[in-house]
């Protein structure tokens, strides 16, 4: 695609200068970037999903797959349509501004104007209706979560916000700053599709291991899977039983060690425990052909060896965040199969063990697709990052994509620094073949929870994990419903179930986990009875305000062992120190 050729620096504004603004725009916003930034809108962008290349391919129609609609409702809808429509009009000849309670729509240029506000109301009307015939639409429950998933992508991605030609308050922007902020704003676009993404913060505002992914430690182990940090202690004292964490290698790890005010990893250091933790590597070529077992045995128990080996202790504390968390807990269930259990406790941050319902991202889940990844990378290749990264925007296009859309493109702002955006944007790459094991016997078959799954010979059973485990969800978590991770409060530490913690906090997938105290933000829920379901957990919970992480630091402190002297050096004889933290693995980019 050629760029546009654009004069930096419009400080007069008149007819001429806008005119050819304008021109460069439309140039610049051309189709195939349109595509690219709407390619979301398309369920079928993770695993293939297209309603329209099904259907050239001869696949069943709507009534085959018990799609129907009733008539009656169908003409009661579109009753109500016609009259609300009406009312439109009469309401814009009449120069009488219609009422609009949408943030989108908020700035005062859309609502004095008639003509503008009618276009936003027009299309939240329009909007309404097809969301009101998807609720109408008698159908099988996955489908028409996939109906209806996809039609709002479609609504979201058509909102007048999101152009230049019926957006107000950005052209008024044009208007107030002569010109600057589309010159601005075309600049930023160009810069995004030389990325392939659309820019969510400012990245020049940060450097991996100076300004994130900071806490002090050493790399002291590594393989082609993953180099294992050992941090440097901040008390005089440390608990015996070291923590081991397990991030997930879908994104990087410093989303645990973003600044060392949000640091889960400095806080675990600063409440005197000795911690390591594994950064995976941003799969490339020469993994291509890694499997779901390289990373259990290879990566997950290594690991643990590892520090075993480095601390002296038999038994240590571990850590599994989202899939990190199902890999582990996949290694402890191997170890356990060989009479071996290494642990002392386990905590899990958002993690699927069951998935039996995987929320919105079943929308992307069924055999076709599964099988189209299977031909294409099962047998080796990459699974790209930035698939990943459109595939989690997908499910709020609103708050990760059309409004850095308007704000970046058509008004010329200058997205401000944000660390988690910052790593949302560092993507990585997985290997073809683990991807696909983990979709198909996770996701599909959800062969995990009921013990039909094998790695390295052994019979993956997690109800023989004989540990307390402090189990942690969100609950506004899109990712991982938070009834979801409850489940896995009885498929832990069977024999004592009473010694499993189950904590609930606010917020999402992310914001959720990242909760230091010091900021008193948020509020969490306990109730260390166990329930028969997540509900009833929850009415008997109780709530409180600010940070879980208090809660985990009791939990992890009565199973750490005693205090000793902090060691004076990272490592040991066996595992020298091979490169401070955070290590090389973490600052390869996928891009």
């Not at 995004?192 to 291991?209: L, N, P, W």
């Not at 993994?287 to 290879?298: G, I």
């Amino acid at each position: 695609m050629n760029s546009p050729n654009i004069t930096p620096n419009f400080s007069v504004f008149d007819p001429a200068a806008l005119s050819q603004l304008s021109q460069q725009f439309s140039q610049a916003f051309n189709p195939q970037f349109l595509q690219q930034l709407s390619h979301i809108a398309d369920p079928g962008m993770f695993l293939g999903f297209n309603p329209s290349a099904q259907n050239q391919s001869g696949a069943a129609g709507f009534g085959e797959l018990g799609i129907s609609l009733d008539p009656a409702v169908l003409e009661k809808l579109q009753a109500e349509y016609t009259q609300q429509l009406s009312a439109l009009w009469k309401d814009m000849l009449a120069a009488r501004i219609p009422a609009i309670a949408d943030r989108r729509f908020s700035a005062a240029a859309w609502h004095g104007n008639p003509v503008y506000a009618f276009n936003a109301a027009a299309y939240l009307l329009n909007a309404h209706f097809l969301t009101a015939m998807v609720e109408a639409l008698e159908a099988p429950p996955k489908i028409k979560r996939k109906i209806g998933f996809t039609v709002q992508q479609m609504i979201d991605a058509m909102a007048p916000s999101n152009f230049l030609a019926t957006n107000p308050a950005a052209q008024q922007k044009i208007v107030e700053t002569n010109g600057e902020s589309l010159t601005k704003g075309i600049a930023q676009m160009i810069a995004d599709m030389h990325k392939g993404r659309v820019s969510q913060t400012d990245e020049s505002a940060f450097e991996v291991g100076k300004d994130v992914a900071t806490t002090e430690g050493a790399v002291v182990f590594e393989n082609e899977l993953f180099q294992l940090i050992q941090y440097t202690p901040l008390t005089a004292k440390v608990y015996q039983r070291p923590l081991l964490i397990v991030p997930p290698c879908i994104n990087k790890f410093y989303i645990l060690d973003l600044q060392p005010q949000n640091s889960l990893v400095r806080y675990a250091v600063e409440q005197g425990h000795s911690v390591f933790l594994v950064s995976w590597r941003n799969a490339d070529e020469s993994l291509a052909q890694a499997t779901w077992d390289q990373y259990v045995v290879d990566g997950a128990i290594r690991a643990i060896q590892a520090v075993q080996d480095i601390s002296g202790q038999d038994k240590i504390n571990t850590l599994g965040f989202c899939v990190g968390g199902t890999i582990l807990s996949t290694a402890l269930a191997k170890l356990a199969a060989e009479k071996n259990n290494p642990i002392a406790s386990l905590t899990l941050l958002t993690a699927f063990l069951d998935f039996s319902d995987t929320g919105i991202l079943d929308v992307y889940i069924d055999d076709m697709q599964i099988r189209m990844r299977e031909q294409a990378i099962g047998q080796g290749g990459l699974m790209p990052g930035r698939e990943f990264g459109s595939a989690f925007s997908s499910l709020r296009p609103n708050d990760l994509l059309w409004n850095y859309v308007e704000s970046n493109y058509l008004k010329g702002e200058q997205p401000t620094p944000f660390d988690l955006l910052y790593w949302n944007a560092d993507s990585t790459n997985l290997p073809g073949p683990m991807f696909c094991y983990y979709l198909r016997h996770m996701y599909l078959d959800n062969s995990l929870k009921d013990a039909r799954l094998t790695v390295g010979g052994q019979k993956i059973d997690l109800g023989k994990i004989d540990a307390p485990a402090f189990i942690y969800a969100s609950r506004e978590d899109h990712i991982v419903p938070w009834a979801s991770a409850y489940a896995s409060v009885s498929l832990l530490n069977p024999k004592k179930p009473k010694q499993n913690r189950f904590v609930l906090g606010a917020s999402g997938h992310i914001a959720g986990v990242i909760n230091p105290p010091a900021k008193k933000k948020r509020s969490y829920w306990t109730n260390k009875a166990v329930a028969a379901d997540a509900d009833t957990w929850l009415a008997a919970a109780v709530e409180h305000p600010g940070s879980w992480w208090t809660e985990w630091a009791e939990f992890l402190s009565e199973h750490a062992g005693k205090q000793v002297a902090a060691p004076r050096k990272l490592g040991n004889t066996k595992y020298g120190i091979i490169e401070p933290a955070p290590g090389r693995y973490v600052k390869v980019r996928a891009e």
